[in-house]
């Protein structure tokens, strides 16, 4: 992990913090909109792309689509983080937005199962592992964008805009959702009603890619180029560098796995789930995550700002083992199958989480050099995600049991709290 540096600091950037926010923003709250509406909508499409013969069956084989999607994520880390780091944090963001909107594309045509057999099932698996690649590389390069550019004694705050958007975009496809069940039937929506959130999102990348061409790239990464190019900073080669610094990237994978699983499931995944496990009406299940995430996003920058004052570690501390306390309470509350009690569990882990998601963007970027903060955070970070998010809602359906799951995911934040300890407090720290 590299030390604090003394340099000077860098001369101000000439793209204002609004600009900066707008265009980190704009894309990633398309990734998450794209990326999400897959786990909201899977209810609907699961008997069109797999065989309906049993809809328990195709449900589960479409969510474990959703986890295979999380597999391409980390070689999306890897490619666009090098890009980001050997090429430019622009170009990283662009190609990103561009990859999402055509894995999006692909799933909204995708046929149907009683059309064309089993290369349904191929062609939605496509659009998901496309997807995977854009959005393992989006994230890491929008919270390196943004972490480069921003104040660093605000960081924390602007780092809470990755999640703020990202929630937009998550939000913007549940209501969405919402009303497209509002003004179809059942059978409008099974039969091609779930098609049209992926078509929105394809058509809208088309001004992401306008806003995120007319960004300037980072200040730090213009600096460091100028030093590689007068040999002044050794170039080496990314994929080498992360493998030297593996330790760090222990530390990024174990600090994220409980994170994510209780994130997915609580954010994410809980629309589709509070249906086909906990026996909620889809209208309710909707209603309740829209409002829990309202909440988060609400909450998002009251954390950030706090991790600026008391630091990074005391902000993860609270969100992971109050989450763990209340991970059976809150799978109970849920159970008791009222809509008010779908709600309160939701907002009170989306609340918890956000202590550690709002500043996590800054608290990754903190960790690496400015030679491998997009590929060094990007490949152990999506590992973490494929291997814990991406499979939280299939290993919850497989179980069968939310209270064996909530221990399986006490397991993994138990982790992520220790992982803490072992790191430096970091706010405020200088990025060179």
């Given at each position: 992990?590299?030390?604090?540096?003394?340099?000077?600091?860098?001369?101000?950037?000439?793209?204002?913090?609004?600009?900066?926010?707008?265009?980190?923003?704009?894309?990633?709250?398309?990734?998450?909109?794209?990326?999400n509406i897959y786990a909201s909508f899977a209810v609907y499409f699961s008997t069109q792309v797999f065989n309906d013969d049993n809809p328990q069956s195709a449900f589960l084989e479409t969510m474990a689509v959703f986890a295979v999607g999380f597999v391409a994520r980390p070689f999306g880390g890897f490619v666009f983080g090098f890009l980001g780091d050997r090429?430019?944090?622009?170009?990283?963001?662009?190609?990103?937005?561009?990859?999402?909107?055509?894995?999006?594309?692909?799933?909204?045509?995708?046929?149907?199962?009683?059309?064309?057999?089993?290369?349904?099932?191929?062609?939605?698996?496509?659009?998901?592992?496309?997807?995977?690649?854009?959005?393992?590389?989006?994230?890491?390069?929008?919270?390196?964008?943004?972490?480069?550019?921003?104040?660093?004694?605000?960081?924390?705050?602007?780092?809470?805009?990755?999640?703020?958007?990202?929630?937009?975009?998550?939000?913007?496809?549940?209501?969405?959702?919402?009303?497209?069940?509002?003004?179809?039937?059942?059978?409008?929506?099974?039969?091609?009603?779930?098609?049209?959130?992926?078509?929105?999102?394809?058509?809208?990348?088309?001004?992401?890619?306008?806003?995120?061409?007319?960004?300037?790239?980072?200040?730090?990464?213009?600096?460091?180029?100028?030093?590689?190019?007068?040999?002044?900073?050794?170039?080496?080669?990314?994929?080498?560098?992360?493998?030297?610094?593996?330790?760090?990237?222990?530390?990024?994978?174990?600090?994220?796995?409980?994170?994510?699983?209780?994130?997915?499931?609580?954010?994410?995944?809980?629309?589709?789930?509070?249906?086909?496990?906990?026996?909620?009406?889809?209208?309710?299940?909707?209603?309740?995550?829209?409002?829990?995430?309202?909440?988060?996003?609400?909450?998002?920058?009251?954390?950030?700002?706090?991790?600026?004052?008391?630091?990074?570690?005391?902000?993860?501390?609270?969100?992971?083992?109050?989450?763990?306390?209340?991970?059976?309470?809150?799978?109970?509350?849920?159970?008791?199958?009222?809509?008010?009690?779908?709600?309160?569990?939701?907002?009170?882990?989306?609340?918890?989480?956000?202590?550690?998601?709002?500043h996590a963007p800054a608290t990754y970027a903190e960790m690496f050099t400015t030679d491998q903060r997009t590929a060094g955070f990007g490949i152990p970070y999506s590992i973490a995600i494929a291997l814990f998010g991406g499979t939280a809602g299939y290993v919850l359906t497989a179980l069968g049991d939310p209270y064996k799951f909530a221990i399986y995911a006490?397991?993994?934040?138990?982790?992520?709290?220790?992982?803490?300890?072992?790191?430096?407090?970091?706010?405020?720290?200088?990025?060179?």
């Open positions: 992990m590299s030390s604090s540096s003394t340099a000077t600091a860098p001369a101000p950037s000439r793209q204002s913090h609004a600009k900066t926010l707008l265009g980190t923003g704009i894309g990633n709250a398309l990734e998450w909109f794209d990326w090429w430019g944090r622009k170009r990283s963001l662009t190609l990103a937005v561009v990859s999402a909107s055509v894995g999006s594309l692909i799933v909204a045509v995708c046929p149907t199962y009683d059309k064309v057999g089993w290369l349904a099932s191929a062609l939605l698996l496509l659009g998901r592992l496309i997807q995977g690649l854009s959005h393992g590389g989006e994230l890491p390069a929008a919270q390196t964008y943004l972490a480069e550019h921003a104040p660093r004694e605000k960081r924390g705050l602007f780092a809470s805009s990755i999640y703020v958007t990202g929630t937009i975009g998550l939000v913007c496809g549940l209501v969405l959702g919402l009303v497209l069940q509002g003004v179809l039937t059942e059978d409008q929506m099974n039969s091609w009603g779930w098609r049209v959130p992926f078509l929105v999102g394809a058509l809208l990348g088309v001004v992401a890619i306008w806003i995120r061409s007319s960004m300037e790239e980072s200040e730090l990464f213009t600096e460091h180029m100028e030093a590689v190019e007068k040999q002044e900073v050794k170039k080496e080669n990314i994929l080498v560098a992360v493998l030297k610094n593996w330790r760090t990237g222990l530390q990024v994978i174990f600090l994220t796995a409980g994170l994510t699983i209780a994130y997915y499931v609580w954010s994410v995944s809980m629309a589709s789930l509070a249906t086909t496990t906990f026996g909620y009406d889809s209208q309710t299940a909707f209603t309740a995550s829209l409002i829990g995430n309202v909440v988060f996003i609400l909450v998002l920058p009251f954390w950030g700002m706090l991790s600026d004052k008391i630091g990074r570690k005391p902000c993860i501390l609270i969100a992971m083992l109050g989450s763990l306390v209340l991970s059976i309470p809150m799978i109970k509350l849920v159970s008791g199958g009222e809509g008010w009690q779908l709600i309160l569990a939701i907002c009170v882990q989306l609340v918890l989480l956000g202590g550690f998601l709002s006490m397991v993994f934040l138990v982790l992520s709290a220790l992982t803490v300890l072992t790191l430096p407090e970091t706010k405020g720290k200088d990025l060179r």
